[in-house]
């Protein structure tokens, strides 16, 4: 049986792959050609063209772009039709007499939203890292229809960030899902995104709720590359369940774990657009975050002033790539233990 | 005191039985080795004894005493696993403080417990590497010293050397026969080659798809192996095996008839006359013979010159493979025609069961 089934996904195989043959066919012989004309480095640099052209149009030019712009002045879109400031815009951005207090500044938006993307970096970051890692404990146990439980926790990851928005706003809104089991529980409803810190908290809840399937499906991987050996030779040395945890468990998926710290570091600082759907920023300013700073004073404010959003965008990308280059120097760092084990 | 008592322990995973019906009692102090091809459930039973694992029948009592259901630390046991199962995070030295950690021994004794295992296992330079930075070897000894430390009432070790190399091997056979001398301690010994479990155990289990199928002394295994399995497991090469008729002979005797011509008579009654029976002889049994001297004449196949001995292999006529290692070197070459004599003092005989037939 299982042998005829082989037979047939072999020539299901083979016709799905007799085209892409005959393409291959087609294209061996200019290739050939171009190969011998250009030497082997030539070749590498056709192959590579293409996407470095999308890399330097879409990537690298805009970036240029950007810090072109951030050292200009006015609200003219093209870059011909600015006044050269110089570093204005950044001087503009610190002038504070204090930088605790957002008054004090000339942009309290950009400081406002400083601080309130560094409490919910903080916030929703232990709280991603930890609801990540109960959640892969849980589903590495052997439970029932596990793999049913692992796409329930992921599937929010699938869904666009502006879906998730709307359906937590149908939940949490006034008269949304959660009042009105409240009230059925015979609680007194809760305005939850009009009250400051519940919304704030909403903010967090929303974003780990969205993205935790995916750092729990990266511990889990991380879980389960632990041997079982390791659980078993402590059961014998008479390990309780929580040293277990402390002493084997954790020192195991620390690199996993760290991993998870530096990605979600990354994607806390850029909060923006489940948020943005969800609160719009408020109420007030109470979760307004850098990114939705960037973008109202770029392009949605009366007042725009890109060079002003350029200057903020520069800074803002300053602190991801720190953050990157620790998280790649912790995959480094990883691969190579990885070698030595 | 350690004396370990199985007593009619299965295992199933869901419908399909691993082992059945286990009896057995380890005594104090003895070496013993399970072994048995791959897949036969030796693992499991190590582990139920460990108590990784909870047998579906039976009971487990060590010294006496009902273990059945009590959890693996609270045995006394001391595991050494086939991966070693060293923690990869910790030095040497914490891998073997853990297990007494756990069980909030004093520091000044952990630490001469770690020394003295050091000692005794020749790890001490490595006390403050990490397993990753250790070889086979030493790794392997490394499991050994976690288990000594806790000075355990029984060792159980699954296949500890089957990740060395063929030399290093033997030599760690040599010395786990030495540490099992030295510390007189009862161990249980998993493994699937023959030759660690003849040159190691005080007693040998032979086991087939979950059941004993002979227990005893290496020695007994070999001279007086209980069925057809056991004859054809233990002993290397493997005993050849004829298909023969038996029938009454001479008073005190029995013929046998090969190939339905030639035959040769033997001391004692067998149980079963005029029976269709197998015979089995080991290979350094038989011997090669001039033309018509020997019991069966046979065509060498292959010749295997090992120098201290020869090893042929040859086709009877009736087309059965038929084994001879003789000693020395001997001059016959493949294709050569050759008599083989059988050793009357050192025949098996099996019945169709494939039990053992004793001869009075
Ligand atoms: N957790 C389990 N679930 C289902 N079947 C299992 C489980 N553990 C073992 N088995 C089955 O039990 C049988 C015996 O396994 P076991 O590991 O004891 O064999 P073994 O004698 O140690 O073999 P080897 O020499 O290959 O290590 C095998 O057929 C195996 O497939
Ligand atoms: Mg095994």
Redesign the interface.
Same mark, same amino acid.
């Given at each position: 049986m299982a042998d005829v089934r082989n037979g047939i996904a072999t020539r299901a195989g083979a016709m799905i792959l007799a085209p892409v043959g005959w393409l291959a066919n087609l294209f061996d012989s200019p290739l050939r050609m171009l190969q011998r004309r250009t030497g082997s480095n030539g070749m590498a640099v056709f192959f590579l063209a293409p996407n470095m052209l999308v890399f330097g149009i879409f990537v690298l030019f805009p970036l240029v772009i950007n810090i072109l712009y951030s050292m200009t002045g006015g609200g003219a879109l093209f870059l011909g039709d600015r006044t050269f400031v110089g570093a204005d815009q950044y001087g503009r951005l610190f002038s504070c007499s204090s930088y605790l207090d957002p008054k004090s500044c000339i942009e309290d938006l950009f400081w406002i939203a400083v601080w309130n993307t560094l409490a919910f970096v903080v916030l929703q970051v232990a709280m991603m890292v930890a609801v990540a890692l109960v959640t892969a404990l849980v589903l590495n146990r052997e439970l029932r229809a596990r793999s049913f439980w692992r796409a329930v926790f992921f599937f929010p990851v699938l869904l666009s960030p502006v879906v998730v928005g709307l359906i937590w706003r149908w939940i949490l809104q006034r008269q949304g899902l959660l009042n009105l089991m409240v009230f059925e529980a015979g609680g007194t409803p809760v305005n939850w995104l009009v009250e400051r810190n519940w919304a704030f908290t909403a903010a967090i809840m929303v974003s780990v709720w969205a993205h935790v399937g995916f750092y729990a499906l990266i511990l889990l991987a991380g879980l389960q590359a632990i041997?079982k @050996? =390791?659980y $078993? !030779? !402590? $059961?014998? @040395?008479?390990? #309780?369940p929580l040293?277990v945890f402390w #002493?084997?468990t954790l020192? =195991?998926l620390a690199p996993n774990l760290l991993v998870v710290l530096v990605l979600t570091l990354i994607r806390a600082v850029q909060i923006f657009d489940e948020v943005y759907v969800l609160t719009g920023g408020g109420p007030g300013t109470s979760t307004l975050f850098l990114t939705q700073y960037i973008y109202e004073v770029g392009f949605a404010s009366m007042l725009r002033n890109p060079g002003l959003a350029s200057a903020a965008s520069i800074l803002m990308g300053a602190v991801l790539v720190v953050l990157t280059l620790i998280q790649l120097g912790i995959a480094r760092r990883n691969e190579q233990r990885g070698k030595? #084990? | 005191m350690s004396q370990i008592t199985l007593t009619g322990v299965s295992r199933a995973f869901g419908k399909v039985g691993v082992l059945h019906d286990i009896n057995l009692n380890i005594l104090d102090g003895e070496l013993i080795v399970f072994v048995g091809p791959s897949g036969c459930g030796k693992s499991t039973l190590l582990r139920l004894i460990?108590g +990784?694992d909870r047998p579906t029948g039976g009971a487990i009592a060590i010294d006496g005493k009902d273990v059945t259901t009590v959890?693996?630390?609270?045995r006394g +046991?001391?595991?050494v696993?086939q991966?070693y199962? +060293?923690?990869?995070?910790m030095s040497v030295r914490q891998n073997l403080a853990? /297990?007494l950690e756990?069980?909030r021994m004093a520091r000044a004794e952990i630490d001469a417990r770690i020394a003295e295992a050091a000692r005794m296992l020749e790890i001490a330079p490595y006390l403050d590497r990490r397993p /990753?930075?250790l070889s086979g070897g030493q790794r392997q000894r490394v499991a050994i010293g976690?288990a000594i430390v806790?000075n355990p009432t029984a060792f159980l070790l699954d296949e500890p050397l089957s990740n060395l190399d063929a030399e290093l091997r033997i030599s760690t056979r040599a010395e786990l026969a030495a540490l099992h001398e030295r510390l007189s301690a009862t161990m249980v010994y998993v493994t699937h080659d023959q030759i660690e479990a003849m040159t190691l155990a005080d007693r040998i289990v032979v086991l087939r798809a979950g059941r004993i199928e002979q227990i005893g002394t290496p020695l007994d295994l070999y001279n007086h192996p209980a069925n057809l399995f056991v004859a054809g497991f233990i002993g290397a090469p493997r005993m050849n095996f004829l298909p023969v008729k038996v029938a009454a002979g001479g008073t005190g005797r029995s013929s046998l008839t090969l190939d339905g011509s030639a035959g040769f008579e033997i001391d004692g009654n067998v149980s079963a006359v005029n029976g269709d029976v197998t015979l089995g002889q080991r290979p350094h049994h038989i011997s090669l013979a001039d033309a018509g001297k020997g019991d069966i004449a046979a065509r060498v196949a292959l010749v295997e010159a090992l120098g201290s001995e020869t090893i042929v292999h040859t086709k009877t006529s009736g087309g059965q493979t038929m084994l001879a290692v003789v000693a020395g070197q001997c001059p016959v070459a493949s294709g050569d025609t050759v008599d083989l004599k059988f050793d009357t003092s050192h025949l098996h005989l099996f019945d169709d069961t494939g039990q053992r037939i004793a001869v009075s």
């Open positions: 041997p @050996d =390791l $078993e !030779a !402590a $059961e014998m @040395d008479g390990t #309780r040293r #002493r084997i020192p =195991l030595m #084990r | 460990a +990784l959890p693996a630390a609270d +046991l001391a595991m696993f991966s199962a +060293l923690y990869p995070h853990f /297990g756990n069980a /990753g930075q976690r806790r």
